[in-house]
């Protein structure tokens, strides 16, 4: 009996110690994948951001479509444009004066010196963006939710746009107790909420909703 005992105690031994090394050190491990996996998502979401903006300022609008965005970066080309200021006489108002001179009228030119391709100004001629909109993730076979629309806001209507990810797809391999944790974090220094996210629906935002240690320095 006291040989059944001493096992039955050496095996309790053995398994406390597997918990307690489990419990520091599986944490640690959590955060080391979830960090790499988050500054993956996060680099393919800032493409998704620039491409959009883009989208934006030549066309007037955000879009909710991978493929036409894809081939609006295939296609389309910044204006090069040289602001000049100039003035010249404001002659009805001289003329009301009596004056032959005196008042003028201040304006700025912009010149189109040429057009550059939007993938080249914003890829370095690489074509990253195709890739864009897949989730950079081992085994996760999906796409970045993407949505665009119009929201209102003092009576004014503005295009909007959203790209997001949520935790549970990539961290689906990972320790599910950790997984709820960081699906309820709230911190200046944490992915807030369950989701990877840059835009919004509901406000008139185009920032990611990941703390600064993600971007670089010429970023923030």
Do not use: C
């Not at 307690?20 to 993956?40: H, M």
């Not at 204006?79 to 008042?103: M, P, W």
């Amino acid at each position: 009996m006291k040989l059944v005992i001493q096992i039955v105690l050496w095996v309790v031994i053995l398994f406390l110690g597997y918990k307690l090394y489990d419990s520091i050190t599986g944490p640690v491990q959590f955060n080391k994948v979830k960090e790499a996996r988050y500054q993956a998502v996060i680099k393919n979401l800032k493409d998704i951001r620039k491409a959009e903006l883009a989208h934006q300022e030549i066309t007037g609008k955000f879009t909710g479509s991978f493929d036409s965005l894809v081939r609006f970066i295939d296609t389309a080309q910044f204006a090069i444009t040289q602001r000049r200021d100039t003035s010249y006489a404001d002659v009805e108002k001289n003329k009301a004066y009596g004056i032959d001179e005196g008042y003028y009228i201040e304006e700025i030119i912009l010149d189109t010196l040429g057009f550059t391709p939007v993938r080249d100004s914003l890829y370095g001629g690489t074509d990253r963006y195709k890739s864009m909109m897949n989730i950079p993730v081992q085994g996760v076979d999906e796409q970045f939710q993407l949505k665009a629309g119009t929201l209102m806001k003092n009576g004014t209507a503005y295009s909007v746009f959203e790209a997001k990810v949520d935790k549970d797809v990539i961290l689906y391999d990972l320790d599910k107790t950790l997984l709820a944790q960081e699906k309820q974090v709230n911190s200046v220094d944490g992915v807030n909420g369950t989701a990877i996210k840059v835009g919004s629906m509901d406000e008139i935002d185009t920032s990611g909703n990941w703390p600064k240690v993600y971007d670089s320095a010429n970023e923030q």
